[in-house]
């Protein structure tokens, strides 16, 4: 006899639900394409950028959100430590988040196209916002007396002119895709998994906040802007659920049933 046990689904099996490879790689890099050149076409709003810094950092003071200038401060108790933090910033972004998918399209391919979805939207929410509402960064803004740390301490990602960078937006503040993309990647592993240790994936977007807010690229309101525009791309496109997969056993032997005492027969006759 075999009985059915349930366990936490640690392999996807299905792969009925896996997209052709060759589509999911031109899809993606189309994708990445328009959003790059999408951020370079919001370039050269430098007044605009600036207005829109001066009212976030005081909209922060007003709600009396924390000063990045405190997480900074921790970051520059040492050389290493804020070339630690510009390196993460500069390289586990995109690195992250690729590794991430090609692991949800061979491992659990359920989980794949819906996350693809929630990523797209969400970038091309934020792509939006960023040509509407152009603002310049922390390090950028001297009322802030934050360091550009990447600047002066390096590795930096950013040309040493914003306003002529041909490689990249640097007033595209709002919202940070940074923290955005890391709190979608931990979402979609937690979701995925049935491991009792998943929830440490949650460690990857706290020290993506911290690093992006203490070298003074991020604001707060960057990061709860991105949280908000993840919340209704997770509303819009519900991720499935990990289902406890069923792996079957034998079931134990039956113990033999004693037979009972049989009663002599006459045991009430007398002798």
Same mark, same amino acid.
């Given at each position: 006899?075999?009985h059915? %046990?349930?366990e *936490?689904?640690?392999?996807?099996t299905?792969t009925?639900a &896996?997209?052709?490879?060759? !589509?999911e790689?031109l899809?993606?890099?189309?994708? /990445?394409?328009?959003y790059? /050149? =999408?951020?370079?076409?919001a370039?050269?709003?430098?007044?605009?950028? /600036? &207005?829109n810094?001066?009212? #976030?950092?005081?909209?922060?003071? +007003?709600l009396?959100?924390?000063s990045?200038?405190? #997480?900074?401060?921790l970051l520059?108790h040492?050389?290493?430590?804020?070339q630690?933090?510009n390196t993460?910033?500069?390289? @586990? $972004?995109?690195?992250?988040?690729?590794?991430f998918l090609?692991?949800l399209y061979? %491992?659990r391919?359920?989980f794949?196209?819906?996350? &693809?979805?929630?990523?797209?939207a969400?970038t091309?929410?934020?792509?939006?916002?960023h040509?509407?509402f152009?603002?310049?960064? *922390?390090?950028?803004?001297a009322a802030t007396h934050l360091?550009?740390?990447?600047q @002066?301490? =390096?590795?930096?990602?950013?040309?040493?002119?914003? +306003?002529?960078?041909?490689?990249?937006n640097?007033?595209?503040?709002?919202?940070?895709? $940074?923290f955005g993309w890391a709190?979608?990647?931990?979402?979609?592993?937690?979701?995925?998994?049935?491991? &009792?240790? !998943?929830?440490?994936?949650?460690? $990857?977007?706290?020290?993506?906040?911290?690093?992006?807010v203490?070298?003074a690229? $991020?604001y707060?309101l960057?990061?709860?802007a991105?949280t908000?525009?993840?919340?209704i791309?997770l509303a819009?496109?519900r991720?499935? %659920?990990?289902? *406890?997969?069923? !792996?079957?056993?034998p079931e *134990?032997?039956p113990?033999?049933?004693?037979?009972?005492v049989?009663e002599?027969?006459g045991? =009430?006759?007398?002798?």
């Amino acid at each position: 006899m075999m009985h059915a %046990r349930h366990e *936490p689904a640690e392999r996807e099996t299905d792969t009925s639900a &896996r997209p052709p490879l060759v !589509r999911e790689l031109l899809l993606v890099a189309g994708l /990445f394409l328009v959003y790059k /050149f =999408g951020r370079l076409a919001a370039n050269g709003h430098l007044g605009e950028a /600036f &207005r829109n810094a001066g009212h #976030v950092w005081n909209a922060e003071r +007003d709600l009396h959100l924390p000063s990045e200038a405190g #997480v900074q401060h921790l970051l520059l108790h040492g050389d290493a430590l804020i070339q630690v933090a510009n390196t993460y910033y500069a390289t @586990v $972004h995109f690195p992250a988040t690729i590794a991430f998918l090609a692991w949800l399209y061979w %491992r659990r391919p359920l989980f794949y196209t819906p996350v &693809r979805r929630v990523l797209a939207a969400l970038t091309g929410a934020a792509l939006a916002l960023h040509l509407l509402f152009p603002l310049a960064p *922390p390090r950028m803004l001297a009322a802030t007396h934050l360091v550009d740390t990447a600047q @002066v301490y =390096g590795p930096s990602v950013y040309g040493a002119n914003p +306003d002529t960078d041909s490689m990249a937006n640097q007033f595209a503040a709002m919202p940070s895709l $940074h923290f955005g993309w890391a709190l979608m990647v931990a979402i979609g592993l937690i979701a995925a998994t049935r491991s &009792r240790w !998943r929830w440490l994936w949650l460690l $990857h977007p706290l020290l993506t906040l911290l690093v992006v807010v203490g070298t003074a690229n $991020h604001y707060w309101l960057d990061a709860i802007a991105a949280t908000a525009l993840l919340g209704i791309a997770l509303a819009v496109f519900r991720l499935p %659920r990990a289902e *406890p997969s069923v !792996r079957e056993e034998p079931e *134990p032997a039956p113990v033999p049933a004693q037979e009972p005492v049989r009663e002599l027969a006459g045991s =009430g006759a007398a002798r």
